[in-house]
């Protein structure tokens, strides 16, 4: 049951993140610049994006973001072309997949851990009767007959 | 098992808190600039003095690019560095310095109490150039060589020794 529940969160968790990346239909120019300026790292602030920020530079990026798109540049080619300048520390998010599955896969393999230690502590441990050796046997059955007569 | 356990520790414990402590210790802005290896952005800009300059006209010689601003701290402790530079190399190299976010009455008052420094100071009116060399604060500094090509870049001040060291890059000799 509690298992169950776990792997319901999991699987929302999951379709949030595959939402959250997949594009929506067709944005308008206006609603792509402030998508991407969002995503943008501004060059002169701490931890602020392009678009939070009303910094020379970031007003400048914003306008050239506004220029590229008018120009019919994508999403992709206006991230290059800042990437080209500053590298990935240009983005806040990382670009990679790998990064966000990372995370879920050491908290699975952390859960399942904790769930086999758990069940191997509760349950006795289940020790197979060894095997008798011929002279054992011979030795079972001479007893038996003994107690029998 | 017990021994295993108490590999653990070491093997995966300290490789861990090695890789957040050195991650955390270091300025992300630091990392090598992708320009590095590439082209020189280029440029056709006014000078401080009201004249215009290109980086076409630095053609053929190895430049140096110094993003300041007089409101920066570092670059007071930097400028004499840089004009010592142009003083002793002017005529192996080119030198410019590019405003960063400032008004040109603020640098006119920067080099006229801390010296001046014998090279033209581009004005960058809407931070075009610095964002086309991908600077994140002043100091910063690029070292382009006699192709065009950028070698290499200081984050933060120079000091005389790696001026040097930055200098040897693009083929300044000591």
Known sequence: MKAA???????????????AFSQAGDATAAERTDALAAQLRCPDCQGLSVADSQTAAAREIRRQIDELVAGGASDDEVRAHFTSRYGQWILLAPSSPLV???????????????????????APPAVAPLPLTAEQRQRLHEEAEALDA | MRALRWLLVPLVVLPLAWL???????????????????????????????ETLSSADLAGRPYVVNFWASWCGP????????????????????????LYQDATADAEAFL???????????????????????????????????????????????????????????????
């Open chain 1, 5 to 19: 529940a776990l792997g319901g969160l999991l699987a929302l968790v999951a379709i949030g993140i595959v939402l």
């Open chain 1, 100 to 122: 966000w599955l990372v995370p879920f896969a050491v908290v699975l393999a952390g859960l399942l851990g904790l769930a086999t230690w758990l069940i191997r502590r509760r």
């Open chain 2, 20 to 50: 957040l402590l050195s991650g955390f210790g270091r300025d992300p802005r630091e990392l090598a600039s992708p320009l590095i290896g590439r082209p020189a952005p280029a440029w056709t800009l006014t000078t401080l003095d009201g």
């Open chain 2, 75 to 98: 670059c007071v402790d930097e400028h004499p560095v840089l004009a010592g530079t142009q003083a002793d190399r002017g005529a192996e190299l080119a030198m410019v310095g590019v």
């Open chain 2, 112 to 174: 006229a109490r801390y010296g001046d420094t014998g090279y033209p100071h581009l004005v960058d009116p809407d931070g075009r150039l610095a964002i086309d060399f991908g600077v994140t604060g002043p100091p910063e500094t690029f070292f382009v060589d006699a192709d065009g090509i950028v070698r290499d870049r200081q984050f933060g001040p120079l000091s005389a020794a790696l001026m040097e060291q930055r200098l040897a890059s693009i083929g300044v000799a000591p």
